[in-house]
């Protein structure tokens, strides 16, 4: 079977309130998302690359480059047997995961709906109810922080994470033990410290963290190694985790002892399957990190949540945090203890908001056998 077409369109979309990392302040997203046609039936998916080359060196252009010249005419001149085969097509394209993924999880919400099965039981995940955890980005003040703490314990959340920076960790995490002393808490660095900051790094284990995210550079393991030597906390890597080989190097360096998922990072849910099955294999509890995504990205990660690899509360929250309204219905929602309820629905199992979807769009792009 081919795919007939692919729809490629850039949507913009504000987030309610700004996120802030090591690497710099969002206030709006421009998201890539790719639909695909074939036997009657679509598929969606949405590419997480950001606005600038600041998390990794994808933006949401270079995506829609690499998707429309390489990514989606390969998809358009192969032989369609299965989403699980989609990573071998792409493989001569070298890099770009993120806009190989958006492709990728297309087909596999495609192959779900032909199967009349939910994404989660074709990923051969469980399904029910999956824990989930919020990251608060890089504040103005720490009042505001603690506020913010405050807000997502009480709606039920089941671990917070702060993002940190130099200048912006040792006090702050202080403070906050300070005031929620038993929350389930975790720092995530972006990358922002070196070798250099290792007695900083050492200080912060009396906060007793779950995990510090990627505290070194983004492609490194060695130095990670080093330094998870020199710490009594976790950590997790989320940018040095880019295809399974970099988690069994991470797993057999000593790197990290918890590995964060994202498909978009990973370039999509093959590799996604089998980092989780590395990972089970070897004993590293995962969990599935975030892009501010919008909806389509979101139910992507409520199905890949759903393994049994994922242990730990991870960073899929509920759309109205990001969102004034979601494109899909309904909303991505939050129980009050802390779970998103896995819906039963055919592919991922929300409803894009055609009409909403059409209303933001900037640019589309049809690709045609
Ligand atoms: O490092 O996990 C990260 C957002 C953008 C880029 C990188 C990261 C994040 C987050 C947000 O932490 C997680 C979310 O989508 O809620
Ligand atoms: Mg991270």
Same mark, same amino acid.
């Given at each position: 079977?081919?795919?007939?077409?692919?729809?490629?369109?850039?949507?913009?979309?504000?987030?309610?309130?700004?996120?802030?990392?090591s690497?710099?302040?969002?206030?709006?997203?421009?998201?890539?998302?790719?639909?695909?046609?074939?036997?009657?039936?679509?598929g969606?998916?949405?590419?997480?690359?950001?606005?600038?080359?600041?998390?990794?060196?994808?933006t949401?252009?270079?995506?829609?480059h690499?998707?429309?010249?390489?990514?989606?005419?390969?998809?358009?001149r192969?032989?369609?047997?299965?989403?699980?085969h989609v990573?071998?097509w792409?493989?001569?394209?070298?890099?770009? !995961?993120? *806009?190989?993924?958006? %492709?990728?999880?297309?087909?596999w919400?495609? $192959? =779900?709906?032909?199967?009349?099965?939910p /994404?989660?039981?074709?990923?051969?995940?469980?399904?029910?109810?999956?824990?989930?955890?919020?990251?608060?980005?890089?504040?103005?003040?720490?009042?505001?922080?603690?506020?913010?703490?405050e807000?997502?314990?009480?709606?039920?959340?089941?671990?917070?994470?702060?993002?940190?920076?130099?200048?912006?960790?040792?006090?702050?995490?202080?403070t906050?033990?300070?005031?929620?002393?038993?929350?389930?808490?975790?720092?995530?660095?972006?990358?922002?410290?070196?070798?250099?900051?290792l007695?900083?790094l050492?200080?912060?284990?009396?906060?007793?963290?779950?995990?510090?995210?990627? !505290?070194? *550079?983004?492609?490194? %393991?060695?130095?990670?190694?080093?330094?998870? $030597? =020199?710490?009594?906390?976790?950590?997790? /890597?989320?940018?040095?985790?880019?295809?399974?080989?970099?988690?069994?190097?991470?797993?057999?360096?000593g790197?990290?002892?918890?590995?964060?998922?994202?498909?978009?990072r990973?370039?999509?849910?093959?590799?996604?399957?089998?980092?989780?099955?590395?990972?089970?294999?070897?004993?590293?509890?995962?969990?599935?990190?975030?892009?501010?995504?919008?909806?389509?990205?979101?139910?992507?990660?409520?199905?890949?949540?759903?393994?049994?690899?994922?242990?730990?509360?991870?960073?899929?929250?509920?759309?109205?945090?990001?969102?004034?309204?979601?494109?899909?219905?309904?909303?991505?929602?939050?129980?009050?203890?802390?779970?998103?309820?896995?819906?039963?629905?055919?592919?991922i199992?929300?409803?894009?908001d055609?009409?909403?979807?059409?209303r933001?769009?900037?640019?589309?792009?049809?690709?045609?056998?």
């Amino acid at each position: 079977m081919r795919v007939e077409e692919i729809e490629l369109r850039e949507i913009r979309l504000p987030l309610v309130r700004f996120f802030e990392t090591s690497f710099g302040r969002t206030t709006q997203r421009r998201i890539v998302l790719v639909r695909v046609s074939m036997d009657g039936l679509t598929g969606y998916g949405e590419c997480t690359a950001g606005e600038g080359p600041f998390y990794s060196y994808e933006t949401a252009d270079t995506a829609w480059h690499v998707l429309k010249d390489f990514v989606g005419p390969n998809a358009l001149r192969n032989d369609f047997q299965g989403a699980i085969h989609v990573r071998d097509w792409l493989r001569p394209i070298r890099g770009h !995961p993120m *806009a190989k993924a958006a %492709l990728e999880a297309a087909l596999w919400d495609w $192959e =779900a709906r032909s199967k009349n099965k939910p /994404l989660w039981k074709l990923l051969d995940g469980k399904g029910g109810e999956i824990p989930c955890g919020v990251s608060i980005g890089i504040q103005d003040t720490v009042e505001e922080l603690l506020a913010g703490i405050e807000r997502e314990i009480g709606a039920g959340y089941r671990r917070i994470k702060v993002k940190i920076k130099p200048g912006w960790d040792w006090e702050i995490l202080k403070t906050v033990r300070r005031h929620f002393p038993h929350v389930p808490l975790m720092a995530d660095a972006n990358s922002a410290y070196s070798l250099a900051d290792l007695e900083l790094l050492r200080r912060l284990d009396e906060f007793q963290l779950m995990m510090i995210e990627q !505290p070194l *550079a983004y492609h490194d %393991l060695f130095d990670h190694a080093v330094l998870q $030597e =020199a710490l009594r906390t976790p950590i997790c /890597l989320d940018e040095s985790i880019r295809q399974v080989e970099d988690a069994r190097h991470a797993i057999e360096l000593g790197s990290c002892r918890i590995i964060n998922m994202k498909l978009g990072r990973v370039g999509g849910f093959t590799e996604a399957l089998q980092i989780h099955s590395l990972c089970l294999a070897s004993g590293i509890p995962l969990w599935c990190g975030g892009m501010l995504e919008s909806g389509i990205g979101r139910a992507h990660n409520i199905a890949l949540s759903t393994l049994e690899g994922f242990t730990l509360p991870g960073d899929v929250s509920a759309s109205k945090r990001y969102w004034e309204r979601d494109i899909v219905q309904p909303p991505v929602e939050v129980t009050p203890h802390g779970t998103i309820r896995v819906p039963d629905g055919p592919g991922i199992g929300y409803q894009p908001d055609l009409e909403f979807i059409d209303r933001i769009t900037v640019r589309k792009e049809v690709l045609r056998a």
